[in-house]
C-alpha cells in the first residue's frame, strides 16, 4: 500500500489539488481586494517545497501544465488585442510604442550593469519592463473612455512593446546557449521574420478559408487551438520561445474569430484551467529564503521598481508632448502600461529556467508584477474617471446621446416566451417599450427540432408552443398593443431567436432570467450568452418580481456619459412614460473625488434628468465610495428596479480579470433587475 508522500505525487492528486486550489483560493483573495492571481501565487508557496511539499515544481505532469498555461497565457495576450482600435491610431501607437519599449529596456539594462550583471543578463532584464499587460482594460471599458485616442493608443501599443520583449528574450536565450556570432544573430534574425510572416498571414488565410467551410463550433474551437500548438512547437525548431508563437498565433487568428463563441471558448478554456496552473508554478518556483534575502538587500528590487516607474513615466511624457494630450490622458497611458503580469511573467520563468537570470533577480520580478499589479489598476481608475466627463466622451455624448430621445423608429421587440408564469410580465414591459406608434410586439415560441418530423415529442412541443402563442396574443389585446406571434421549429434556440429577430427586423430581443440559470458557466455558454453573441440587435435581460406596470421606483446607475453609458437612462425613459413614475439617477466616482467634481458631476446628471417628462420625478445623486457594488447595493434598497449595463468583457490578457460587476450585483439585489447587453 502506497505511503501518503507518495500518493500525493500521484499525477491524478496532483491534478486534483491544482483544481481544488483554482476554484477555492481566487475567490479569497478577491475578497479581501486583492487579486486572484496573487492568491494563485501564494497557494504555490504554501503548497509547495517551501511550505507543504504537496506539490512539486519539476514533476512531469506540473511542468506539462504549467508550459501550456505559459503558451496559453501569451496566446490569450495576443487574442485580446483589439486590432480595429490598433488600425485607427496605428501611426500613434507605434511612436508611443517605441517611446514605451526603448526607454525602460534602456533604464533595466542600466539597471543590471550597475549591479555587475553581464550584458546579457542586463539586456533581459530591460525586455522584461520593456512590456505591459492591460491588467485595467476592464476599468477603461466601464468608465467609457476606451475610444478616448489615448487609450486606444495605449492598447495599440502593447502589439510592438509584446511582440519587442519576446523578440530580446529570443535573442538572449540564443546568446546564453554558447557562442553566438553575428551569422547567427542574422540567421535568428530572419528566421523570426520568415516566421513571424507565415503565422501572421498564413493562419490568418487558412483560418478565414476553414471558417467559411465549417461552422460547427467545436471543430472551429479544435482548429484554434491546433494553430496555437503548432506555431509554439514550430517557434521551438527554429530556435525560439514557444512563447512567441503563441502571442503571433493570438494576433493571427485575432481577426479570424472575432468577438464571438469561439473566442469565449478559447479564452475560457484556458482562464479556468492552464493559465491559474502557470499562476501556481510561479508560486512553487518562489524560495522563501530568497525572498527574505531580497528585503534584506533591497537595493535590486527597489531599483528595478523604480526604472519601470520612471520610464514607463517617461514614455508617456513622450507621448503627452508629441501628440499634445492632456495631463489626465498622459496619467492614464502610464498607468495602463505599468502592470507587469503576462509577458514579464512568461519571459521571466523562461530566462530563469535557461539561467540567464538569477533567483534575486526572479523573485524581485514576481514582487515587481505585485505592486503594479496593484498600483496600476488604482491608478487607472483616478486618472480615467476624470476622462469620463471630458474628452471623447463629452464629443460622444453631444454628437450621439443628446439625439437618443428624439428618435422616432417604431420599437420592434422580439419576445421569446418558454414559462408562462414569467410570460406576462415579459410581454408588459414589451409593451411599455413598444407603446409608441408603430410599435410591434413578437412573440416567438421554439419548438426543438427532432430527426422525424412526425415524432409525438415534436408534436407535444408545437402544441405547447402555439398555447404559448395564444396566451401571448390575448395578453396584447388587453395591453392594447400590435401583437404578431412567431412559431419556429429548430434544434438551436439561440440561433432561432437571433434568426427570427433579424427577420422580423427588431431592434430589441427581451429575455427573462432567474438567478439560478444566470450564474452556470458552461464551457459552451449559455442561452443568453449565444444570444448576446450572435444577435445583430441589443438584447435586454430582466428579472421581473412583479409586474413593470406597478413598478413605480426606479434606479438607473449612470457609470459615465458615453452613448453606451446612458442606454439604461434611454431605457428608462422609455418605461417611464407614464405618470407617478420615481427615477433615482445615480453617478459613483471614487472615494477621493473633490467637493468641487462632485458639484460638476451633480450639475450633469441634472441636465440629464430634463429628458423625462414633467410628471415623472427625478432624484440625482452622486457618491464617492470606492466600492461600485456596495454604492449600488446601498442605494437600491427602496427601489423596485434597477437598470444595469450588461458588463460581459470577460478575460483579460491574465486570464483572471474576472472582476466585472454584474454578477455580486445580481447576486445582492433583491428588486427586480433588467440588464441591457449589446450585440
Known amino acids: 500500500m502506497e505511503s501518503f508522500s507518495e500518493a500525493i505525487r500521484e499525477p491524478i492528486v496532483t491534478f486534483a489539488l491544482l ?32 511550505g507543504l511539499g504537496f506539490l512539486n515544481s519539476k514533476s512531469e505532469s506540473m511542468v506539462l501544465l504549467s508550459d501550456i498555461g505559459k503558451i496559453y497565457l501569451m496566446f490569450v495576450a495576443g487574442l485580446e488585442i483589439d486590432l480595429e482600435q490598433f488600425r485607427q491610431t496605428r501611426n500613434r501607437s507605434l511612436g508611443f510604442g517605441m517611446a514605451t519599449f526603448a526607454i525602460p529596456l534602456i533604464a533595466g539594462t542600466l539597471v543590471g550593469r550597475c549591479f555587475g550583471f553581464e550584458w546579457n543578463t542586463s539586456v533581459l532584464i530591460g525586455s522584461l519592463l520593456a512590456s505591459h499587460t492591460l491588467l485595467a482594460f476592464p476599468i477603461v471599458q466601464r468608465l467609457g473612455v476606451v475610444k478616448d485616442e489615448a487609450v486606444t493608443v495605449t492598447i495599440g501599443a502593447t502589439i510592438f512593446t509584446d511582440i519587442g520583449a519576446l523578440l530580446v528574450l529570443a535573442v538572449c536565450v540564443g546568446v546564453n546557449e554558447g557562442d553566438f556570432t553575428a551569422l547567427d544573430f542574422a540567421r535568428l534574425f530572419l528566421s523570426l521574420i520568415i516566421y513571424a510572416a507565415i503565422v501572421l498571414f498564413g493562419l490568418d488565410s487558412l483560418g478565414k478559408m476553414f471558417f467559411s467551410r465549417t461552422k460547427q463550433g467545436g471543430n472551429q474551437f479544435l482548429f484554434v487551438l491546433l494553430a ?74 527597489l531599483s528595478i521598481l523604480a526604472a519601470l516607474i520612471i520610464s514607463k513615466f517617461l514614455a508617456a511624457f513622450f507621448a503627452k508632448t508629441i501628440y499634445r494630450y492632456s495631463w489626465q490622458q498622459a496619467i492614464t497611458m502610464w498607468s495602463l502600461s505599468l502592470p507587469q503580469v503576462a509577458a514579464t511573467l512568461a519571459a521571466a520563468l523562461v530566462a530563469f529556467q535557461a539561467q540567464i537570470i538569477n533567483e534575486r533577480v526572479f523573485n524581485s520580478v514576481i514582487l515587481l508584477m505585485l505592486v503594479t499589479a496593484v498600483a496600476g489598476p488604482l491608478i487607472t481608475t483616478r486618472a480615467a474617471e476624470k476622462l469620463t466627463f471630458t474628452s471623447a466622451s463629452d464629443s460622444d455624448s453631444k454628437s450621439k446621446a443628446t439625439n437618443w430621445s428624439n428618435e422616432i423608429e417604431p420599437v420592434r421587440v422580439v419576445v421569446p416566451v418558454y414559462n408562462p408564469e414569467t410570460e406576462r410580465y415579459l410581454l408588459e414591459l414589451a409593451s411599455l417599450l413598444a407603446k409608441e406608434e408603430g410599435g410591434k410586439i413578437f412573440p416567438l415560441a421554439i419548438a426543438k427540432a427532432q430527426a422525424r418530423l412526425d415524432s409525438p415529442q415534436l408534436d407535444k412541443a408545437v402544441e405547447r408552443s402555439q398555447t404559448l402563442l395564444t396566451q401571448a396574443s390575448e395578453i396584447g389585446k388587453e395591453l392594447s398593443i400590435a401583437v404578431k406571434p412567431e412559431l419556429r421549429i429548430g434544434y438551436d434556440v439561440a440561433q432561432s431567436i437571433s434568426h427570427t429577430s433579424r427577420e422580423v427586423n427588431a431592434n430589441l430581443i427581451l429575455l427573462g432570467f432567474s438567478t439560478g440559470n444566470m450564474f452556470q458557466s458552461r464551457l459552451f455558454g449559455s442561452i443568453t450568452d449565444s444570444v448576446l453573441w450572435s444577435a445583430h440587435c441589443s438584447v435586454a435581460i430582466a428579472r ?18 458615453s452613448p453606451e453609458g446612458l442606454r439604461p437612462l434611454r431605457f428608462a425613459q422609455n418605461i417611464a412614460a407614464t405618470p407617478g413614475k420615481e427615477i433615482t439617477l445615480l453617478h459613483v466616482c471614487s472615494s477621493g473625488t473633490s467637493k468641487e467634481r462632485k458639484a460638476m458631476l451633480h450639475e450633469r446628471l441634472q441636465k440629464l434628468a430634463t429628458r423625462f417628462s414633467p410628471e415623472t420625478t427625478v432624484d440625482v445623486k452622486v457618491t464617492a465610495q470606492s466600492y461600485y457594488v456596495m454604492a449600488i447595493l446601498n442605494a437600491s434598497k427602496n427601489q423596485e428596479l434597477v437598470i444595469l449595463r450588461s458588463q460581459r468583457r470577460r478575460i483579460g490578457a491574465d486570464g483572471l480579470a474576472l472582476s466585472a460587476t454584474t454578477k455580486p450585483l445580481l447576486q445582492g439585489l433583491n428588486c427586480s433587475v433588467i440588464l441591457l447587453g449589446e450585440p
Open 544 to 561: 421581473l418580481l412583479d409586474s413593470p406596470l406597478k413598478i413605480q421606483r426606479i434606479l438607473v446607475p449612470i457609470e459615465n456619459m
Open 19 to 50: 483544481l481544488a486550489i483554482i476554484l477555492l483560493i481566487p475567490p479569497v483573495f478577491e475578497k479581501l481586494r486583492l487579486p486572484g492571481l496573487v492568491g494563485l501565487l501564494v497557494a504555490g508557496v504554501v503548497f509547495g517545497s517551501s
Open 228 to 301: 496555437l500548438f503548432v506555431s509554439s512547437v514550430a517557434a521551438e525548431l527554429i530556435g525560439i520561445e514557444p512563447i512567441v508563437g503563441a502571442f503571433l498565433a493570438g494576433l493571427a487568428v485575432n481577426d479570424v474569430i472575432g468577438d464571438g463563441p469561439v473566442k469565449e471558448k478559447t479564452e475560457f478554456f484556458g482562464s479556468v484551467l492552464f493559465i491559474p496552473i502557470f499562476f501556481v508554478q510561479m508560486g512553487l518556483l518562489l524560495d522563501l529564503q530568497a525572498f527574505q534575502d531580497i528585503f534584506r538587500s533591497i537595493g535590486i528590487p
